[in-house]
């Protein structure tokens, strides 16, 4: 049976909000970010993109482009709130969803043909009931797989309705630039253009085995070849497991220090634990990431001989992660700590039993109390600053 795959994508969607729920943000160049001077823009309105403003642009940026913009910190509660409505509205339209992010997923629609008439009345059925219910405005690509679906949502926004079939590949998604493929990123992308790949299509028609070559990469020429050919066996999953938990700082000013740089990833991993131990979680892979001044960005990693949900475990391996990192007296702009390679839950809860119990017995008081009174009423004590130091 051939598949029919929808993806929506709000519109703007932080802006959008409140545009929708302020007067006088509407019509206007609204930016949504961090307001710090190392902030980044997380989304700009369609008058504030008129100005070069789009998301994860450092926000100096976008000040210096958008003079007149409006600039404001959003309000993640709000936003996750209509997201919850969102698909709880688009549940009434398939049974199967996947949500990508806060804005945007798929829906699986196959099998569904003789009931919702043709894609594009049931793609505009769908962006009319967000609307009616929200106020806000998505754009909505309509294909036989999950890469030309959401390639079909970005052509015409904003308010699109896109419907790519496949016999609609060569004329509509070959001419357009290879960085459309879902994936290719900018340092993927500029290899690519070296080698003249420049459109979808020069990608559909190469040779395999000269972009293996010329990539480096076997797995991702044949993965960019099979996309650019509008193939994509990928099927719409309603849920995903955690594939990683962690935290990420970004500094007001660049630490130099590594006594304070220590201090951070203890308060990190102390967040990280937290979360593990929430989401009932053991992760054997202990991730480091550093943003240096200029910008540079460095990660680090160890697998742990066994799993852990433990602050104090998480701490001792970033610290020694972030100590294997020469930065030659560069300063920090970020630093991040992460968990990955969580097991099965039966197998890792053996270790809940089989470890220290006063550990466990330790964590469990410290995240009654996190619980009751919030993350910050217990804390390590370098983490709690002197008197004499300023805050």
């Keep these: 049976m051939a598949r029919l795959i929808l993806h929506f994508d709000m519109d703007a969607f932080f802006a959008s909000v409140e545009q929708r729920d302020n007067e006088a943000y509407r019509g206007k160049p609204l930016i949504v970010g961090g307001l710090s001077p190392r902030g980044v823009v997380s989304t700009a309105s369609y008058e504030a993109r008129k100005y070069g403003v789009h998301s994860a642009m ?96 970005d052509l015409e926004k904003p308010n699109g309705l896109t419907v790519i079939t496949e016999g609609d590949i060569e004329r509509v998604v070959w001419p357009l630039p290879v960085t459309r493929i879902w994936g290719v990123g900018k340092k993927t992308g500029e290899k690519l253009r070296l080698f003249n790949y420049r459109t979808i299509g020069d990608i559909a028609k190469s040779d395999y085995e000269s972009l293996s070559r010329e990539l480096g990469s076997p797995r991702l020429a044949r993965h960019l070849i099979e996309l650019a050919n509008g193939r994509d066996e990928r099927p719409v999953e309603p849920t995903h497991d955690a594939q990683s938990i962690g935290r990420e700082r970004t500094f007001g000013e660049d630490i130099k220090d590594d006594i304070e740089a220590e201090r951070e990833l203890l308060s990190l991993a102390e967040e990280v634990g937290y979360r593990l131990r929430k989401e009932g979680e ?56 992460s968990t990955s390679g969580f097991g099965d839950a039966a197998e890792m809860s053996l270790f809940d039993t089989e470890r220290d119990g006063k550990k466990k017995n330790l964590y469990d008081a410290i995240d009654t109390l996190k619980k009751r009174f919030g993350e910050n009423i217990v804390t390590k004590a370098p983490l709690v600053k002197n008197n004499n130091e300023t805050e």
């Design 58 to 153: 450092p926000m100096s940026t976008a000040k210096r482009l958008c003079k007149n913009g409006i600039f404001i910190a959003g309000n993640h509660k709000k936003y996750r709130s209509v997201s919850n409505e969102i698909f709880t509205l688009l549940s009434r339209f398939s049974p199967v969803i996947e949500p990508l992010s806060i804005d945007e997923g798929f829906l699986d629609l196959t099998g569904m043909e003789s009931i919702i008439g043709t894609p594009i009345d049931y793609g505009m059925k769908i962006k009319r009931a967000i609307c009616d219910a929200t106020g806000l405005v998505a754009s909505v690509g309509i294909a036989p797989n999950k890469f030309l679906a959401k390639l079909a949502s």
């Design 282 to 337: 053991w992760a054997k892979t202990i991730s480091v990431k550093i943003r240096l001044a200029d910008f540079s960005t460095h990660t680090r990693q160890k697998t742990l001989p066994e799993p852990t949900q433990y602050d104090e475990d998480i701490y001792a391996s970033a610290r020694e992660l972030f100590h294997s990192f020469s930065r030659h007296g560069r300063g920090i702009r970020l630093l991040g700590v």
